[in-house]
């Protein structure tokens, strides 16, 4: 059987794109909602949209899938002077503004492999993870999972989620 189909889509791919707004907007939503469904199995869904609110009007708006063809890794922010857009898999990075569209210049990385590297180096060395230190012992992750929980219930019960954020001491979130 398909391992993604015993998995459900949003503990599965939304833990990045929650991870990556929280960085870009340097803060939490403060709720949530979500729709997915199962296509190829009524267990568990394949595909998800999550829209997450932030204080001031701001809105994340996330999509998950394993049945689009295309394996897109996008993050695209728009703001009022114009729109970002980078495509993760291919690396490319474009501004739009009202004067045009431009490609702006992105070091090709490969972060997973070099995140492995340096983690296989710690150990070798017998060194503490730096630049790559982690302040947050374990709260980013708590946080990001408070958000997976809330847009599964906000799933299941058709309605706006309010996210209860653990109440932990204040670490940056950057």
Same mark, same amino acid.
């Given at each position: ?23 870009? *907007?340097?803060? &939490?939503?403060?709720? =949530? ?13 394949? =595909? ?17 899938? &394993? ?7 996008? *993050?695209?922010? *728009?703001?009022?002077?114009? =729109? ?18 431009? +490609? ?40 990001? =999972? ?6 599964? +219930? ?21």
């Amino acid at each position: 059987m398909n391992p993604q189909l015993q998995r459900e889509v949003i503990t599965d791919l939304a833990p990045h794109p929650f991870d990556i707004c929280n960085y870009v *907007v340097n803060a &939490w939503p403060d709720k =949530v909602s979500c729709k997915g469904r199962g296509y190829r199995t009524k267990l568990n869904e394949e =595909v998800a949209f999550i829209t997450a609110e932030h204080k001031g009007g701001l809105l994340a708006h996330i999509e998950l899938s &394993w049945l689009d063809p295309n394996k897109r890794r996008e *993050v695209t922010i *728009v703001g009022s002077d114009g =729109v970002a857009h980078l495509d993760c898999s291919g690396q490319k990075l474009f501004l739009e503004k009202n004067s045009g569209k431009r +490609e702006l210049q992105v070091s090709p990385s490969n972060t997973l492999a070099s995140e492995i590297i340096h983690f296989t180096d710690c150990i070798r060395s017998k060194q503490d993870s730096t630049p790559f230190s982690n302040h947050s012992d374990g709260i980013l992750g708590a946080r990001v =999972v408070s958000l997976l929980e809330a847009s599964r +219930e906000s799933m299941y019960q058709e309605r706006t989620i309010q996210v209860q954020l653990p109440i932990l001491p204040e670490i940056p979130v950057r």
